[in-house]
T-cell receptor, first 108, second 113 residues
């Protein structure tokens, strides 16, 4: 079993839709959590950190559920420009482990 | 965007040849990392550096070596390239402990034939 798992998708949604992704992690000692965005054939870019209390950045909301060992990313009012692959990342004992990513396509 | 460049951006090489990839940063960040990205596996850490001449192994270090003689440069060497090392290689930097946010370079697409 991989340490960090994501549904690869693809998620195909219309513009304006709300979409949510989950990412599960297997090690309960994981300490820090992040969401990255990666456009096709580009480098990953940090989207947001995930705080214990949950956090929001514009249309994006990140949540952490330590009891069930997952993090989530909610995107409201999807834009065409949100089409990308979303990677979750988990840090445990200083090592960052990434999920394989969830692909999102937003259609007109 | 963080000042990170990688060279070359694309390379095709033959099995058994040595290959060196370069990562250069202008941010004066202490930590630098090399990852590889393959379909279905996500990003996997190869080696990292926590200072000049201070390096350590990551999750998939076999067949790779690194060197860091200056703060701004981190080199990844494949001593004898194999087809299983065909991948996209990303360098990343961070300015604090490894627990904090990392910023990635544009990547190097390596094909070993």
């Amino acid at each position: 079993r991989k340490e960090v798992e994501q549904d690869p998708g693809p998620f195909n949604v219309p513009e304006g839709a709300t979409v949510a992704f989950n990412c599960t992690y297997s090690n309960s000692a994981s300490q820090s959590f992040f969401w990255y965005r990666q456009d096709c054939r580009k480098e990953p870019k940090l989207l947001m950190s995930v705080y214990s209390s949950g956090n929001e950045d514009g249309r994006f909301t990140a949540q952490l559920n330590r009891a069930s060992q997952y993090i989530s990313l909610l995107i409201r009012d999807s834009k065409l420009s949100d089409s990308a692959t979303y990677l979750c990342a988990v840090i445990r004992s200083g090592d960052m482990r990434f999920g394989a990513g969830t692909r999102l396509t937003v259609k007109p | 965007d963080a000042g990170i460049t990688q060279s070359p951006r694309h390379k095709v090489t033959e099995t058994g040849t040595p290959v060196t990839l370069r990562c250069h940063q202008t941010e004066n960040h202490r930590y630098m990392y090399w990852y590889r990205q393959d379909p279905g596996h996500g990003l996997r850490l190869i080696h990292y550096s926590y200072g000049v001449k201070d390096t350590d192994k990551g999750e998939v270090s076999d067949g790779y070596s690194v060197s860091r003689s200056k703060t701004e440069d981190f080199l990844l060497t494949l001593e004898s390239a194999t087809s299983s090392q065909t991948s996209v290689y990303f360098c990343a930097i961070s300015d604090q402990d490894r627990a904090y946010e990392q910023y990635f370079g544009p990547g190097t697409r390596l094909t070993v034939t």
